[in-house]
C-alpha cells in the first residue's frame, strides 16, 4: 500500500512538474509576444540611434563622392521621420512622458530644420559645408545613446523583465516542492497568458486584430495561398469625415463610429478571412481563396456601401465614407509587405479622387507616386533659381477697351516631364508644404514685372495675383504683401489679390480680418470663381472686396440658356448693390461679349480678346494702347 502511494506520489509530482515547465513555456511565449508590442516604443528610440549613425554614415561617404545627393536626401527624410514618430502617434506615448527623450528630439528636429538647406545644397568636397554638419550633429550621439541605454537598462526600462523574472521564480519555486500549489497557479498562468495574449493581439478598443496580429495573418495568408495554389487579397480602408466627427462632437463619438465600423466589417467576413485595425481610422480585410477579381470588387463595395450607413451616436445621426484600396496576391506583388503599401497608395487615390469609393492597385500608381516626388523635389529648386515662369493675360475694360489689369498665370516646363498644369504644380505645393514658397515667388516675380513696365514708360496698369488656400490661412500674406511692394516699389493699388470662395469659406470667422487687413495696406482684393463656392450674402457684404470674377462657368450657356443671361444680370446687380467692380472671365465668343457688354459689367478677360501673353508681348500691347491702337478697338 505505502509503495502504491509512493509511487502516486512520484507520479504526482511529475504530472505536475511537466505542468509547470509547460506552464513556464507557455509563458515565455506570451512574454515574447508581449515584447512584440509592449516594448515597442524602446524599439522607437533604438531605430532613431540606427537612423542617425546611418545618416552620418550616408554624411561622410558622401563627402568622399561614393553616394549621390538622392541617397543624401532619402536618409536626411528617414532620419526626420523618424524623430516625428517620437513626438506623435501612441506607440511613443510612455517615451513623451521622458524630458530627457523630448528635449533631445526638439533639438535635433531644430538643427536639422536649420541644415536642411545646407545638406540640399551639399556638394562633394565641400568641407566647410561638411564639417558643419558633422560638427552640428555629433553632440547628438552620446545624448541618443544615453536615451537608449536609460530605456533598456536604467530609470525608464519597462517592467516586462521584471514581470517575467518573478514568473520564472515562481514557477522554479513551485518545481522544488509546493506540487499541490502548482495546480492554482497553473490556473492563474492559463488566464493571465490568454489575457495577455488578447492584449498582445487585438485592438483594445475595437476588440479586432491589431497590426502586430495583422502582419501574422499576412503571414499566414500568404502560406496558405502558396501551398494550395490560391490567390487573397488586401483590402485598406480609410474613413473619411472621421476627423469631423472628433472635432465637433469629441473622441468618444469618434469613438463609438470606430466600434460601428468594426463590427459592420466583421459581419461581412467568413470565418477564414481577417479583419484588423492598424491604428486611427484605418482598418484593412485580408480576403482569403479569392478566385477571381470581381470577388474582391464585389467585397469592396460591400464595404463601402455597409460603412457609408448612418450611425446613431446617443440620438445623432452621423455617416462617414470610406475609401478602399485592393491589392492582390500574387497578381500585384509576390511580396506579401508590398501588398499593403500597394493598396495604401491605391486607397490614396481613392481619397483624393473621390473620397469615397475602391480603387484596384495599379503599377502605374507607383511611378505616379515617383514623378510627384521628383516634381515636389524639384519644384523646390524651381522656386529658388527662378525656373518657373508667368504668363499675363489682359483684363479689358468694357467701356473703352484698354488693357487694364494682367492676371499672373504660373507656367513650368519641367527638363523630363515637360509643362505642368498649374492646378498640379498647386496641388504638389499643397501636398508637400510649398505653398507659401510658391504664392511668395509668384508674387514678388509679378510686382517685379509690372515695376519694369513702368521703368519702361509704358502705361501703369494692374497687376492680379491668385493666393493658395495655404498662404491665404497661415503664410501671413500680410506680411509678404508688405516685403514684396517694399522689396520692388509697387504702388500698392497696382497690385489686386485674388481670393476663391472656397478659400474665404475655409474658416468664415478669420476671413474678414485677413481682407481687412490686405486692405488696410492699398491693394485691391478680388472674389475669383464667384458663383461656384457657397458664400452666404451675409458673408459676402462682411468683405472689403472690390471686385468680383463671375466664373467662367456661367459664360459657357450665353445666348442658348435664358437662365444663364439673367443669373448674370442677378450677380451684376449684387455687385453693384454692393459698389463692386464686376469682371467676366472665360469669354471666348463675340456674341457672349455683346451680351455681357450690355450687362454692364466693367472688365471682360478670355480667350476671344487675348490668351496668357509672356511679358514682352503685353509690353508691346500696352505700347500700341499708348499710341491709341486698343487691341480691343475692333469688338
Known sequence: MRHKKFILMIFTVFVFAVSSF???????????????????????VVRLESEYLKFMQIVHLYAMNELDIDTLMIRFELLWSRTDVLLVGEESKELRQQPMLVNVVLDLQAHLNELEPVIENLQPGKNDNYRHIVATLDPFYQRIRDIVVANFRGEYSHYDAVKRNNIQIEIG???????????????????????????????????????????????????????????????????????????????????????????????LLSSQDTVARLGGDEFVI???????????????????????????????????????GISLYPLDSLKVEQLQINADMAMYKVKKEQEGGYQFYDPDMFNSLLRRKQLANDLVD???????????????????????????????????????????????????????????????????????????????????????????????????????????????????IEVTETTTMSDIEASPDVLFMLASLGVELALDDFGTGYSSLSHLKNLPLNKLKIDRSFITDLGQDPNAL????????????????????????KEQYDLLAAEGCEQVQGFYLAKPLSSSKVSELLAQQMADMSPASDI
Not at 507557455?26 to 524599439?43: E, F
Not at 470577388?295 to 446613431?312: C, E, G, H, P, R
Not at 491665404?472 to 506680411?479: A, P, S, T
Not at 448674370?568 to 463692386?580: E, F, S
Request: charged share 20%; hydrophobic share 40%; aromatic share 8%.
Open 22 to 44: 509547460v506552464a513556464l513555456k507557455r509563458h515565455n511565449q506570451t512574454i515574447d509576444l508581449l515584447s512584440v508590442t509592449g516594448k515597442t516604443t524602446v524599439w522607437t
Open 286 to 324: 485580408i480576403k482569403n481563396g479569392l478566385d477571381n477579381r470581381e470577388q474582391a470588387k464585389f467585397l469592396a463595395q460591400q464595404v463601402v456601401n455597409t460603412i457609408s450607413k448612418k450611425y446613431d451616436l446617443s440620438g445623432k445621426e452621423c455617416s462617414v465614407t470610406a475609401s478602399v
Open 173 to 267: 519555486f513551485y518545481l522544488t516542492g509546493f506540487v499541490f500549489s502548482g495546480l492554482i497557479l497553473l490556473w492563474f498562468v492559463w488566464r493571465e497568458s490568454r489575457r495577455n495574449q488578447a492584449l498582445a493581439l487585438e485592438d483594445a478598443l475595437t476588440k479586432l486584430p491589431n497590426r502586430v496580429n495583422f502582419y501574422r495573418q499576412l503571414a499566414l495568408a500568404e502560406t496558405y495561398a502558396k501551398k494550395h495554389r490560391l490567390n487573397f487579397a488586401v483590402l485598406l480602408i480609410d474613413l473619411n469625415g472621421f476627423k469631423q466627427i472628433n472635432d465637433t462632437l469629441g473622441h468618444d463619438a469618434g469613438d463609438q463610429i470606430l466600434i460601428g465600423v468594426a463590427s459592420r466589417l466583421r459581419y
Open 382 to 496: 524651381a522656386i529658388e533659381n527662378n525656373q518657373l515662369r508667368l504668363l499675363y493675360q489682359p483684363l479689358f475694360s468694357f467701356a473703352c477697351g484698354n488693357i487694364e489689369c494682367v492676371e499672373a498665370l504660373l507656367r513650368w516646363s519641367h527638363p523630363k516631364y515637360g509643362p505642368i498644369s498649374p492646378p498640379e504644380i498647386i496641388d504638389i505645393a499643397s501636398e508637400y508644404g510649398l505653398g507659401t514658397r510658391l504664392d511668395k515667388w509668384v508674387l514678388l516675380a509679378a510686382c517685379r514685372q509690372n515695376m519694369l513696365w513702368q521703368q519702361a514708360g509704358l502705361e501703369k496698369i494692374q497687376t492680379s495675383v491668385n493666393v493658395s488656400p495655404a498662404m491665404y490661412r497661415c503664410g501671413d500674406l500680410q506680411q509678404a504683401v508688405v516685403d514684396v511692394l517694399k522689396s520692388t516699389g509697387l504702388c500698392p493699388k497696382q497690385l489686386m
Open 566 to 589: 439673367r443669373f448674370i444680370h442677378t450677380i451684376v446687380q449684387l455687385g453693384k448693390n454692393l459698389n463692386m467692380k464686376l469682371v467676366v472671365e472665360g469669354i471666348e465668343t
